[in-house]
């Protein structure tokens, strides 16, 4: 099979899989799907999903938040860690957006990124998942399965984001990317991992990763 074959394998697998597939983490609007991928840094998606809630019941919009004091949105994140910057990153951001852009989220890559605690992957995330703008946000699943998928080195995410937009069609990237993430949840996960079950690593997978745990298998 080469790259080409390769490629159209996944493609057709994870549509087979996942014809349709939900956004992760709970929001109504771009500003509160910001603060949940903000708060989803080293948490789980399970866990955002119970915290936010609670947080936008008191504030759902920036004008609400700077309401707030760090410290109280520091108290009700708390459960999804680094709460003291991520507390700071919430409210900085809300008076950005408040001061600079009438109270609503930027379209924008470069907009996002010059706001406190949003880096490029949350930049990438609310403008595919908000705005529907196509981008590749690559998390910790796409970043493993695409060096499984011989797709990319792993020599890092910007690398894997890289290597990723070279080989898969513009107009497939905004669902994809979900497609990957939802996969690797549940078939080819870093750790109880089972090979027989993961389709496209045993099809088109580094087959050094996987032959001794065939060998064991058999």
């Known amino acids: 099979m080469n790259k080409k074959e390769r490629i159209k394998f996944i493609i057709e697998e994870l549509e087979k899989k996942y014809p349709k597939v939900p956004i992760p983490l709970d929001h109504k609007d771009p ?52 709460s003291p910057m991520k507390s700071k990153g919430i409210y900085g951001l809300s008076k950005i957006l408040i001061d600079k852009h009438n109270g609503k989220v930027p379209a924008d890559f470069e907009l996002l990124e010059e706001l406190p605690a949003v880096g490029h992957k949350t930049a990438s995330v609310v403008m595919s998942q908000a705005f529907n703008i196509p981008a590749f ?63 496209i690593t045993k099809t088109v997978g580094r087959k050094k ?10």
């Open 31 to 82: 500003y509160t799907l910001l603060i949940a991928v903000l708060l989803s840094a080293q948490c789980t998606d399970v866990r955002v999903n119970k915290i936010t809630p609670i947080l936008f019941e008191k504030a759902n919009n920036p004008y609400d938040m700077v309401k707030m004091s760090v410290e109280e949105i520091k108290d009700i994140i708390r459960p999804c860690g680094l």
């Open 137 to 199: 946000p690559v998390d910790t699943h796409i970043h493993r399965l695409l060096y499984r998928w011989k797709i990319s080195t792993g020599k890092n995410v910007k690398k894997t984001e890289e290597d990723a937009k070279k080989v898969f069609p513009i107009e497939l990237w905004n669902k994809l990317h979900l497609q990957i993430i939802w996969y690797g949840r549940e078939y080819s996960p870093a750790r109880g991992w089972d090979i027989n079950k993961d389709i």
């Open 209 to 218: 990763l996987f032959s001794n745990l065939l060998n064991k298998s058999n």
